[in-house]
């Protein structure tokens, strides 16, 4: 499943999570490093708030889709 893509029109990242059941969440082609990885939703919505910060465009569906499935 994917929550957003790199398409250099709203978003510089591309953020997935795996299926295989062990729920991890990745933001594939990280500009910080190769590949950045976590269990838990407010992990990775912390590491895409310093994407921002950085000026890498996160688009907010990206957020909202993610703290609706935290519910």
């Known amino acids: 499943m994917s929550y957003c893509r790199n398409n250099s029109i709203d978003s510089d990242v ?8 062990n729920k991890y969440y990745y933001v594939c082609f990280c500009s910080f490093k190769k590949s950045f990885s976590c269990k838990t939703i407010k ?16 688009p907010d569906r990206t957020f909202k889709r993610l703290k609706e499935e935290d519910k």
């Open 43 to 58: 992990s990775m919505i912390s590491h895409l708030r310093k994407h921002q910060k950085n000026g890498d465009k996160v």
């Open 14 to 21: 591309y953020v997935i999570k795996t299926c295989d059941g």
